[in-house]
Protein backbone atom coordinates (compact mmCIF):
# COMPACT_ATOMS: atom_id res chain seq x y z
CA UNK A 1 0.00 0.00 0.00
CA UNK A 2 2.81 2.29 1.12
CA UNK A 3 4.41 1.57 -2.76
CA UNK A 4 0.75 2.71 -3.94
CA UNK A 5 0.17 5.59 -2.21
CA UNK A 6 3.86 7.02 -2.96
CA UNK A 7 2.90 6.57 -6.69
CA UNK A 8 -0.55 8.55 -6.60
CA UNK A 9 1.69 11.11 -4.33
CA UNK A 10 4.20 11.69 -6.89
CA UNK A 11 2.54 12.58 -10.09
CA UNK A 12 4.39 15.78 -11.42
CA UNK A 13 3.15 18.93 -12.49
CA UNK A 14 1.73 18.10 -16.03
CA UNK A 15 2.24 14.50 -15.62
CA UNK A 16 -0.75 12.97 -16.36
CA UNK A 17 -1.04 12.53 -19.95
CA UNK A 18 -5.27 11.57 -20.26
CA UNK A 19 -7.18 14.36 -18.13
CA UNK A 20 -10.83 13.50 -16.61
CA UNK A 21 -13.49 13.86 -18.93
CA UNK A 22 -15.12 17.15 -17.58
CA UNK A 23 -18.45 17.00 -15.83
CA UNK A 24 -21.12 18.86 -17.75
CA UNK A 25 -23.35 18.82 -14.33
CA UNK A 26 -23.51 21.13 -11.52
CA UNK A 27 -20.76 23.03 -9.89
CA UNK A 28 -18.81 21.54 -7.23
CA UNK A 29 -19.84 23.12 -3.59
CA UNK A 30 -16.49 22.98 -2.26
CA UNK A 31 -13.67 24.71 -5.11
CA UNK A 32 -10.05 24.85 -5.29
CA UNK A 33 -8.57 28.63 -3.26
CA UNK A 34 -6.75 29.31 -6.56
CA UNK A 35 -5.68 28.25 -9.83
CA UNK A 36 -2.09 30.09 -9.54
CA UNK A 37 0.58 27.49 -8.82
CA UNK A 38 2.26 27.39 -5.66
CA UNK A 39 5.85 27.04 -4.43
CA UNK A 40 7.44 23.51 -3.55
CA UNK A 41 9.06 25.00 -1.12
CA UNK A 42 10.68 27.83 1.14
CA UNK A 43 13.78 27.58 -1.42
CA UNK A 44 11.74 27.22 -4.49
CA UNK A 45 12.40 29.84 -7.40
CA UNK A 46 10.08 31.73 -9.72
CA UNK A 47 11.84 31.61 -13.19
CA UNK A 48 9.62 32.84 -15.48
CA UNK A 49 5.67 34.12 -15.28
CA UNK A 50 2.72 35.24 -17.25
CA UNK A 51 1.26 38.54 -16.49
CA UNK A 52 2.79 38.34 -12.60
CA UNK A 53 1.83 34.50 -12.37
CA UNK A 54 4.46 32.67 -11.14
CA UNK A 55 6.26 30.01 -12.71
CA UNK A 56 8.43 27.61 -10.36
CA UNK A 57 11.74 26.08 -10.31
CA UNK A 58 10.65 23.19 -9.52
CA UNK A 59 8.00 22.78 -12.22
CA UNK A 60 10.97 23.04 -14.84
CA UNK A 61 12.79 20.11 -12.91
CA UNK A 62 9.68 18.02 -12.78
CA UNK A 63 9.03 18.23 -16.57
CA UNK A 64 12.48 17.65 -17.10
CA UNK A 65 13.32 14.28 -14.83
CA UNK A 66 9.97 12.99 -15.33
CA UNK A 67 10.02 13.41 -19.61
CA UNK A 68 13.61 13.72 -20.11
CA UNK A 69 13.45 17.12 -21.39
CA UNK A 70 16.39 19.45 -21.60
CA UNK A 71 15.41 22.44 -19.60
CA UNK A 72 14.48 24.90 -22.29
CA UNK A 73 11.78 22.62 -23.12
CA UNK A 74 10.46 21.92 -19.53
CA UNK A 75 10.25 25.46 -19.06
CA UNK A 76 8.01 25.54 -22.10
CA UNK A 77 5.75 23.55 -20.93
CA UNK A 78 5.72 25.14 -17.41
CA UNK A 79 4.83 28.30 -19.01
CA UNK A 80 1.81 26.33 -21.35
CA UNK A 81 0.78 25.25 -17.98
CA UNK A 82 0.13 28.63 -16.59
CA UNK A 83 -1.17 29.93 -19.38
CA UNK A 84 -3.38 26.72 -19.08
CA UNK A 85 -4.43 27.23 -15.62
CA UNK A 86 -5.27 31.39 -15.99
CA UNK A 87 -7.75 30.06 -19.79
CA UNK A 88 -9.49 27.31 -16.81
CA UNK A 89 -10.19 30.04 -14.42
CA UNK A 90 -11.28 32.37 -17.10
CA UNK A 91 -13.86 29.75 -18.37
CA UNK A 92 -14.95 29.44 -14.43
CA UNK A 93 -13.53 26.05 -14.28
CA UNK A 94 -12.12 25.76 -10.84
CA UNK A 95 -15.68 25.09 -9.61
CA UNK A 96 -16.32 22.72 -12.08
CA UNK A 97 -17.84 19.20 -10.43
CA UNK A 98 -14.70 17.46 -11.70
CA UNK A 99 -12.14 19.88 -10.69
CA UNK A 100 -13.45 20.20 -7.01
CA UNK A 101 -13.63 16.67 -6.91
CA UNK A 102 -9.69 15.91 -7.89
CA UNK A 103 -8.63 18.76 -5.51
CA UNK A 104 -10.07 16.96 -2.54
CA UNK A 105 -8.72 13.15 -3.47
CA UNK A 106 -5.56 14.89 -3.24
CA UNK A 107 -6.26 16.99 -0.13
CA UNK A 108 -7.01 13.51 0.82
CA UNK A 109 -4.00 11.71 -0.43
CA UNK A 110 -2.20 14.28 1.44
CA UNK A 111 -3.41 13.03 4.42
CA UNK A 112 -3.13 9.82 3.72
CA UNK A 113 0.88 9.88 2.66
CA UNK A 114 1.59 12.33 5.56
CA UNK A 115 -0.02 9.62 7.82
CA UNK A 116 0.36 6.18 6.62
CA UNK A 117 2.96 6.78 3.95
CA UNK A 118 5.68 6.58 6.82
CA UNK A 119 5.07 3.08 8.17
CA UNK A 120 7.08 0.20 6.97
CA UNK A 121 7.01 -1.92 9.79
CA UNK A 122 4.53 -3.66 13.00
CA UNK A 123 6.21 -1.64 15.37
CA UNK A 124 4.69 1.40 13.98
CA UNK A 125 0.64 0.00 13.90
CA UNK A 126 -1.30 0.50 17.49
CA UNK A 127 -1.38 -3.00 20.05
CA UNK A 128 -5.27 -3.03 19.86
CA UNK A 129 -5.21 -3.25 15.53
CA UNK A 130 -2.54 -5.51 15.81
CA UNK A 131 -4.68 -7.99 18.09
CA UNK A 132 -7.07 -7.13 16.43
CA UNK A 133 -5.75 -8.86 12.96
CA UNK A 134 -4.45 -11.39 15.03
CA UNK A 135 -0.70 -10.52 14.76
CA UNK A 136 0.69 -13.15 16.85
CA UNK A 137 -0.48 -15.80 15.09
CA UNK A 138 0.42 -13.94 11.47
CA UNK A 139 3.86 -13.90 12.32
CA UNK A 140 3.68 -17.91 11.84
CA UNK A 141 3.84 -16.99 8.09
CA UNK A 142 6.50 -13.99 8.46
CA UNK A 143 9.47 -16.52 6.96
CA UNK A 144 9.10 -19.91 4.89
CA UNK A 145 12.00 -21.97 5.40
CA UNK A 146 13.05 -24.02 2.55
CA UNK A 147 9.99 -26.86 1.59
CA UNK A 148 10.31 -30.01 0.27
CA UNK A 149 7.62 -31.22 -2.42
CA UNK A 150 6.90 -34.68 -2.29
CA UNK A 151 4.49 -37.31 -4.40
CA UNK A 152 3.90 -41.08 -3.08
CA UNK A 153 2.65 -44.19 -4.20
CA UNK A 154 0.91 -46.42 -1.72
CA UNK A 155 0.28 -50.10 -1.59
CA UNK A 156 -2.86 -49.61 0.31
CA UNK A 157 -4.49 -51.71 2.98
CA UNK A 158 -7.88 -52.32 2.97
CA UNK A 159 -9.46 -49.00 3.52
CA UNK A 160 -11.52 -48.65 7.60
CA UNK A 161 -8.94 -51.64 8.01
CA UNK A 162 -6.51 -52.28 11.03
CA UNK A 163 -3.77 -54.53 9.71
CA UNK A 164 -1.42 -55.89 12.21
CA UNK A 165 2.80 -56.00 11.44
CA UNK A 166 3.17 -58.66 9.98
CA UNK A 167 0.13 -59.95 8.77
CA UNK A 168 -0.47 -61.25 5.58
CA UNK A 169 -2.05 -58.21 4.07
CA UNK A 170 0.41 -55.85 5.43
CA UNK A 171 3.27 -58.40 3.81
CA UNK A 172 1.33 -58.31 0.65
CA UNK A 173 1.28 -54.36 0.64
CA UNK A 174 5.21 -54.24 1.70
CA UNK A 175 6.33 -56.75 -0.90
CA UNK A 176 4.71 -54.55 -3.84
CA UNK A 177 6.13 -51.63 -2.12
CA UNK A 178 9.75 -53.24 -2.00
CA UNK A 179 9.52 -54.05 -5.80
CA UNK A 180 8.90 -50.75 -6.73
CA UNK A 181 11.63 -49.37 -4.43
CA UNK A 182 13.90 -52.22 -6.15
CA UNK A 183 13.18 -50.92 -9.62
CA UNK A 184 13.72 -47.48 -8.71
CA UNK A 185 15.50 -46.81 -5.95
CA UNK A 186 18.96 -46.64 -7.18
CA UNK A 187 17.54 -44.01 -9.94
CA UNK A 188 18.19 -40.61 -9.88
CA UNK A 189 16.02 -37.57 -11.50
CA UNK A 190 12.78 -40.18 -10.75
CA UNK A 191 9.71 -38.28 -12.25
CA UNK A 192 6.18 -38.83 -10.69
CA UNK A 193 4.76 -40.12 -13.42
CA UNK A 194 7.57 -42.52 -14.02
CA UNK A 195 6.50 -43.72 -10.30
CA UNK A 196 3.35 -44.04 -11.13
CA UNK A 197 4.30 -46.34 -14.08
CA UNK A 198 5.89 -48.53 -12.55
CA UNK A 199 4.27 -49.14 -9.34
CA UNK A 200 0.82 -49.69 -11.71
CA UNK A 201 2.48 -52.27 -13.88
CA UNK A 202 4.20 -54.06 -11.12
CA UNK A 203 0.38 -53.92 -8.51
CA UNK A 204 -0.51 -55.24 -12.30
CA UNK A 205 1.51 -58.12 -12.70
CA UNK A 206 0.62 -58.83 -8.66
CA UNK A 207 -2.82 -59.06 -9.33
CA UNK A 208 -3.09 -56.59 -6.41
CA UNK A 209 -5.64 -52.97 -6.92
CA UNK A 210 -3.49 -50.00 -8.55
CA UNK A 211 -1.44 -48.35 -6.00
CA UNK A 212 -3.18 -45.27 -3.90
CA UNK A 213 -1.26 -41.60 -4.95
CA UNK A 214 -2.15 -38.16 -4.78
CA UNK A 215 -3.57 -36.16 -7.65
CA UNK A 216 -0.59 -33.57 -7.32
CA UNK A 217 2.78 -33.50 -5.57
CA UNK A 218 1.75 -31.44 -2.42
CA UNK A 219 4.48 -29.60 0.09
CA UNK A 220 5.93 -30.88 3.48
CA UNK A 221 7.29 -28.37 5.59
CA UNK A 222 10.41 -29.09 8.17
CA UNK A 223 10.30 -30.35 11.22
CA UNK A 224 9.27 -27.33 13.34
CA UNK A 225 8.18 -25.03 11.04
CA UNK A 226 4.72 -24.87 13.14
CA UNK A 227 2.83 -26.55 9.86
CA UNK A 228 2.12 -29.80 9.63
CA UNK A 229 1.00 -31.13 6.13
CA UNK A 230 2.62 -35.08 6.53
CA UNK A 231 3.15 -37.32 9.55
CA UNK A 232 6.11 -37.63 11.02
CA UNK A 233 6.97 -40.99 9.53
CA UNK A 234 6.50 -39.18 6.06
CA UNK A 235 8.10 -36.23 7.25
CA UNK A 236 11.09 -38.05 8.16
CA UNK A 237 11.40 -40.04 5.10
CA UNK A 238 11.19 -37.04 2.79
CA UNK A 239 14.02 -35.15 4.67
CA UNK A 240 16.33 -37.72 4.79
CA UNK A 241 16.58 -37.95 1.08
CA UNK A 242 19.41 -36.90 -0.31
CA UNK A 243 18.44 -34.57 -3.94
CA UNK A 244 15.12 -33.86 -6.19
CA UNK A 245 14.23 -36.87 -7.99
CA UNK A 246 15.44 -39.59 -4.88
CA UNK A 247 13.14 -42.48 -3.91
CA UNK A 248 12.74 -43.43 -0.30
CA UNK A 249 12.61 -47.05 1.32
CA UNK A 250 8.98 -48.04 1.02
CA UNK A 251 7.63 -46.27 5.00
CA UNK A 252 4.71 -47.83 6.45
CA UNK A 253 2.18 -45.75 8.01
CA UNK A 254 -1.76 -46.69 9.10
CA UNK A 255 -3.13 -46.64 5.66
CA UNK A 256 -0.16 -48.91 3.94
CA UNK A 257 3.40 -48.33 2.81
CA UNK A 258 4.39 -45.41 1.06
CA UNK A 259 7.04 -45.07 -1.72
CA UNK A 260 8.30 -41.78 -1.33
CA UNK A 261 9.66 -39.25 -4.35
CA UNK A 262 10.97 -35.86 -3.34
CA UNK A 263 9.62 -34.26 -6.19
CA UNK A 264 10.44 -30.55 -6.44
CA UNK A 265 11.70 -27.85 -3.57
CA UNK A 266 10.16 -24.00 -2.63
CA UNK A 267 13.17 -21.87 -1.65
CA UNK A 268 12.84 -19.88 1.51
CA UNK A 269 11.47 -17.23 1.44
CA UNK A 270 10.27 -13.30 3.59
CA UNK A 271 6.51 -12.22 3.15
CA UNK A 272 6.73 -9.82 6.14
CA UNK A 273 6.57 -7.13 4.00
CA UNK A 274 3.61 -8.45 1.93
CA UNK A 275 1.80 -9.30 5.12
CA UNK A 276 2.25 -5.87 6.37
CA UNK A 277 1.21 -4.20 3.29
CA UNK A 278 -1.97 -6.21 3.77
CA UNK A 279 -2.47 -5.27 7.36
CA UNK A 280 -1.57 -1.57 6.47
CA UNK A 281 -4.67 -1.80 3.94
CA UNK A 282 -7.15 -3.19 6.78
CA UNK A 283 -5.54 -0.59 9.16
CA UNK A 284 -7.02 2.09 6.73
CA UNK A 285 -10.05 1.96 8.38
CA UNK A 286 -9.81 2.00 12.20
CA UNK A 287 -6.93 5.22 11.07
CA UNK A 288 -9.84 7.12 9.89
CA UNK A 289 -12.04 6.86 12.88
CA UNK A 290 -9.33 7.71 15.28
CA UNK A 291 -9.41 10.64 13.24
CA UNK A 292 -13.02 11.02 13.42
CA UNK A 293 -12.78 10.50 17.25
CA UNK A 294 -10.03 13.03 17.65
CA UNK A 295 -12.17 15.48 16.36
CA UNK A 296 -15.47 14.94 18.04
CA UNK A 297 -17.11 13.70 14.57
CA UNK A 298 -19.77 11.18 14.28
CA UNK A 299 -20.68 9.02 11.46
CA UNK A 300 -23.99 8.77 9.88
CA UNK A 301 -25.33 5.94 7.36
CA UNK A 302 -29.21 6.20 6.07
CA UNK A 303 -29.07 2.11 6.15
CA UNK A 304 -32.51 2.51 4.65
CA UNK A 305 -31.33 3.98 1.63
CA UNK A 306 -28.04 2.28 1.55
CA UNK A 307 -29.70 -1.10 1.72
CA UNK A 308 -32.41 0.04 -0.96
CA UNK A 309 -29.50 1.30 -3.13
CA UNK A 310 -26.82 -1.32 -2.90
CA UNK A 311 -28.69 -4.21 -0.73
CA UNK A 312 -27.13 -6.27 1.38
CA UNK A 313 -24.00 -4.67 2.88
CA UNK A 314 -21.78 -7.21 2.01
CA UNK A 315 -22.99 -6.84 -1.94
CA UNK A 316 -20.62 -4.27 -4.04
CA UNK A 317 -22.44 -1.37 -4.98
CA UNK A 318 -23.83 -1.14 -8.15
CA UNK A 319 -22.42 2.41 -9.19
CA UNK A 320 -19.22 4.05 -7.69
CA UNK A 321 -17.20 7.04 -7.17
CA UNK A 322 -13.77 7.20 -8.29
CA UNK A 323 -11.43 5.35 -6.07
CA UNK A 324 -9.05 7.70 -4.00
Known amino acids: MRAALLLLALAACGGETTPPARSDGPTSAVSPTS ?3 RPAGPDD ?59 RRELVRAVIIADLGTLTSFEQLPPAFLASVK ?15 A ?56 GAPPPDRPKDPYEVPPEGSGVKTAIKEFRDAIYALPAIGRIHAPVRTKWGWDVILWNDTLPAADFTQQIFQ ?11 DGIARGLGLTRS ?9 YGDADAAPTAQAEPR
Open 45 to 103: VIVASIDGHPVYGSCVAAQAAGHGLDARAALDQCLAFELLAQEAERRGLRADLDVGEAW
Open 278 to 288: ADLRRYFVPWS
Open 35 to 37: AEA
Open 301 to 309: VDDELFKRL
Open 135 to 149: YDEQKTFFHRPEIRV
Open 151 to 206: FYVRAEFPKKTKVPEGSPLDLAAKELADAIFAELGDAEGVLSTELVEVAERLAKQR
